[in-house]
């Protein structure tokens, strides 16, 4: 899509490895800056392509959150309670975005 000149506004990827590569083929098109790309997990690799300025955006996959949803839904399952967090079958656990604004924060954890 890139060599074929149709507009992308923006990528969006399920984890921080693939938006880097869409970086370097939009780097390599010559379009770095011209297209908003965001990844999810908060990588350290994702953390310095934002100190860079080249990555937009990530989003922190906090594994310890995930840990305490899945403990406490089979807590709660296995005594037939309701989960708190469920909504439609699905345990939501909070995420935080992370921008050019706070992405210094998240490189200490």
């Known amino acids: 899509w890139l060599a074929s000149g149709d507009k992308i506004d923006a990528v969006a990827s399920n984890n921080d490895e693939m938006a880097l590569g ?21 990588s350290p690799d994702a953390l310095d392509s934002m100190d860079k300025g080249e990555l937009n955006m990530s989003v922190y996959q906090d594994p310890v959150g995930q840990g305490e949803g899945a403990i406490e839904g089979a807590y709660l399952a296995a005594k037939h309670q309701p989960n708190p967090r ?22 200490k954890k």
């Open 86 to 107: 469920a909504k439609n079958d699905v345990i939501w656990i909070p995420y935080q975005k992370i921008t050019k604004e706070n992405y210094k924060s998240f490189m």
């Open 22 to 42: 869409a970086l370097m083929a939009i780097k390599a098109a010559g379009k770095l800056g011209k297209i908003y790309v965001g990844g999810t997990d908060g």
